[in-house]
T-cell receptor, first 108, second 115 residues
Framework: TQLLEQSPQFLSIQEGENLTVYCNSS?????LQWYRQEPGEGPVLLVT?????EVKKLKRLTFQFGDARKDSSLHITAAQPGDTGLYLC????????FGTGTSLTVIP | GAGVSQSPSNKVTEKGKDVELRCDPI?????LYWYRQSLGQGLEFLIY????????KSGLPSDRFSAERTGGSVSTLTIQRTQQEDSAVYLC?????????????FGPGTRLTVT
């Protein structure tokens, strides 16, 4: 059973476009993290959101935690080729539950 | 400070052989996690340690998999009688428990190929 579902699974866009990645669950989490992973490397933590309804901005990235703390979204403005990678959400409970991943390709 | 390190970075082994993967967590991190990742996929939880204890072993795929952690630091993941379906990247992460919020820091992974 996959606790966290991400959509879309694959995304290929042109440089300069905006995009949103979704992370959905029927479970409540005490916190939720977003990671980016590049080929051959481990995931790198981008942000942690804790409070329902919380919005965090990291340069061109905006992260939102749902009011019920069951879902989250990642919005990227004016995507750049350097944003290419696998984006993973992870909910914190008794352990970390990772989402299915979204593979993003930004074409120059 | 140093991050999470894993060794070896790559391991090629023949089917049926045993392999041992090592993880050195960030100094002072009490929790340590092992995951498995197939090409381009999300992470499959295997096991985690709090100190030297493993409260949750539910993710280990079979009894061929085992893990230990000594001194609250280094951990080894052992796979006995490897099978081709064990081929994957094995990732280790550590975290420092801080109330209800804890964040994982990952190592670069060990790519295991079983031929």
């Amino acid at each position: 059973t996959q606790l966290l579902e991400q959509s879309p699974q694959f995304l290929s866009i042109q440089e300069g476009e905006n995009l949103t990645v979704y992370c959905n669950s029927s479970s409540v989490f005490s916190s939720l993290q977003w990671y980016r992973q590049e080929p051959g490397e481990g995931p790198v933590l981008l942000v942690t959101v804790v409070t329902g309804g919380e919005v965090k901005k990291l340069k061109r990235l905006t992260f939102q935690f749902g009011d019920a703390r069951k879902d989250s979204s990642l919005h990227i403005t004016a995507a750049q080729p350097g944003d290419t990678g696998l984006y993973l959400c992870a909910g914190a409970g008794n352990q970390f539950y990772f989402g299915t991943g979204t593979s993003l390709t930004v074409i120059p | 400070g140093a991050g999470v390190s894993q060794s070896p970075s790559n391991k090629v082994t023949e089917k049926g052989k045993d392999v041992e993967l090592r993880c050195d967590p960030i100094s002072g991190h009490t929790a340590l996690y092992w995951y498995r990742q197939s090409l381009g996929q999300g992470l499959e939880f295997l096991i985690y340690f709090q100190g030297n204890s493993a409260p949750d072993k539910s993710g280990l795929p079979s009894d061929r998999f085992s893990a230990e952690r000594t001194g609250g630091s280094v951990s080894t993941l052992t796979i006995q009688r490897t099978q081709q379906e064990d081929s994957a990247v094995y990732l280790c992460a550590s975290s420092l428990w801080e109330g209800d919020v804890y964040e994982q820091y990952f190592g670069p992974g060990t790519r295991l190929t079983v031929t």
